[in-house]
């Protein structure tokens, strides 16, 4: 993971993909997953998203990761909790009450550090990475979470028409990632909105991945 860019992204304030509620594609599909009360989500790449918030007022516990460490704090302050905060194997993990965020470079995370988990969100982690990493990406989540249901939020665009994050990924690409372990059906498909829209038409994806 690219600290240095994403530090200045945040940093001069570029994060588009940072939305003032909770994405309409996860409180309108969550159910989709069937999970019971108290279930724990893991949200990869979380940011400080409302997505936390929304799951949390949902009774679910929920655990994260991000990189830019000032976001985490920023989370556990607009909760108004205050964070158990430790240092573990490259990471520091902030805790308190049903949500958990690491921050650090999600691929030092291990399933033993993340405990068990009922399902993933993934609403702007895959399309974050760029192509050469995405493999790995995909590979390692399902690693450290085991064979659980996944909700993904992708974006399919011309990418000469434009630079990511956020970065095009097909569908194809997206069954080709993740075929091997998971049933892939698309849930939700819109036209894409936002910065990249500027530039390039496409859709907006919202896919079901079930374990095989």
Same mark, same amino acid.
Request: aromatic share 10%; hydrophobic share 45%; with cysteine.
């Given at each position: 993971? #690219?600290?240095?860019?994403?530090?200045?992204?945040?940093?001069?304030?570029?994060?588009?993909?940072?939305?003032?509620?909770?994405? +309409?594609?996860?409180?309108? $599909? /969550?159910?989709?997953?069937?999970?019971?009360?108290?279930?724990?989500?893991? &949200?990869?790449?979380?940011?400080?998203? /409302?997505?936390?918030?929304?799951?949390?007022?949902?009774?679910?516990?929920? &655990?994260?990761?991000?990189? $830019?460490?000032?976001?985490?704090?920023?989370?556990?302050?607009?909760?108004?909790?205050? +964070?158990?905060?430790?240092?573990?194997?490259?990471?520091?993990?902030?805790?308190?009450?049903?949500? &958990?965020?690491?921050?650090?470079?999600?691929?030092?995370? *291990?399933?033993?550090?993340?405990?068990?988990?009922?399902? &993933?969100?993934?609403?702007?982690?895959?399309?974050?990475? +760029?192509?050469?990493?995405?493999?790995?990406?995909?590979?390692?989540? *399902?690693?450290?979470?085991?064979?659980?249901?996944?909700?993904?939020?992708?974006?399919?665009?011309?990418?000469?028409? *434009?630079?990511?994050?956020?970065?095009?990924?097909?569908? #194809?690409?997206?069954?080709?990632?993740?075929?091997?372990?998971?049933? *892939?059906?698309?849930?939700?498909?819109?036209?894409?909105?936002?910065?990249?829209?500027?530039?390039?038409?496409?859709?907006?994806?919202?896919?079901?991945?079930?374990?095989?």
């Amino acid at each position: 993971m #690219d600290k240095a860019f994403w530090d200045e992204r945040w940093r001069e304030n570029r994060i588009g993909f940072h939305k003032a509620a909770a994405n +309409p594609l996860l409180t309108g $599909y /969550f159910d989709r997953l069937h999970l019971s009360p108290g279930g724990r989500v893991f &949200v990869p790449l979380c940011g400080k998203s /409302f997505d936390l918030d929304w799951l949390l007022s949902r009774g679910h516990a929920v &655990v994260g990761i991000e990189l $830019y460490e000032p976001a985490v704090a920023e989370v556990f302050d607009r909760l108004g909790l205050r +964070p158990r905060i430790d240092a573990l194997s490259g990471l520091r993990r902030y805790s308190a009450d049903e949500l &958990v965020i690491f921050a650090g470079d999600l691929f030092h995370l *291990t399933s033993e550090l993340l405990g068990s988990v009922d399902a &993933v969100y993934d609403r702007a982690a895959l399309i974050a990475l +760029p192509p050469d990493m995405r493999a790995r990406y995909a590979a390692h989540v *399902t690693a450290i979470c085991g064979a659980v249901p996944q909700l993904l939020i992708t974006l399919d665009y011309d990418q000469s028409l *434009t630079d990511g994050p956020p970065f095009s990924v097909p569908g #194809d690409e997206v069954r080709a990632l993740y075929g091997a372990s998971h049933w *892939t059906e698309k849930l939700h498909v819109q036209p894409i909105t936002g910065s990249v829209a500027k530039s390039a038409k496409g859709e907006e994806t919202l896919w079901s991945l079930k374990p095989l």
